[in-house]
């Protein structure tokens, strides 16, 4: 079974800077779109950035600037590169993964990850 697993979390000072990595476990073939989403509490999750296979990358407007999203396809690993943070960036992360295909073939919509938690605060 095709996992995700986040790392990277922590307590971090406004202006700060982090690393998240996603790892995908399990014996896989292809990795479609991946992106990382966060949920601040009482709040809905939403899309922080996202990276096709090829490379193609989008991010929500509060973070253009400030974030960058990476993936290294052989290691089936995805990093967020997160700069000047802010107390607003204060979330819990989740990895995601769509269109994954694993080596006997099995087909998955959509994997999502446990979560790292975020905080940004002096």
């Known amino acids: 079974q095709v996992q995700l697993v986040e790392s990277g979390g922590g307590l971090v000072q406004p202006e700060g800077s982090l690393r998240l990595s996603c790892a995908a476990s399990?014996?896989?073939?292809?990795?479609?779109?991946m992106g990382w989403y966060r949920q601040a509490p009482g709040k809905e999750r939403k899309l922080v950035a996202s990276?096709?296979?090829?490379?193609?990358?989008n991010f929500g407007d509060s973070v253009k600037g400030r974030f960058t999203i990476s993936r290294d396809n052989a290691r089936n690993t995805m990093y967020l590169q997160m700069n000047s943070l802010k107390p607003e960036d204060t979330a819990v992360y989740y990895c995601?993964?769509?269109?994954?295909?694993?080596?006997?073939?099995?087909?998955?919509?959509?994997?999502w990850g446990q979560g790292t938690l975020v905080t940004v605060s002096s």
């Open positions: 990276i096709t296979s090829d490379g193609i990358t």
């Open positions: 399990g014996s896989l073939f292809i990795i479609n779109a």
């Open positions: 995601n993964a769509r269109g994954v295909v694993d080596h006997t073939g099995r087909w998955y919509d959509e994997i």
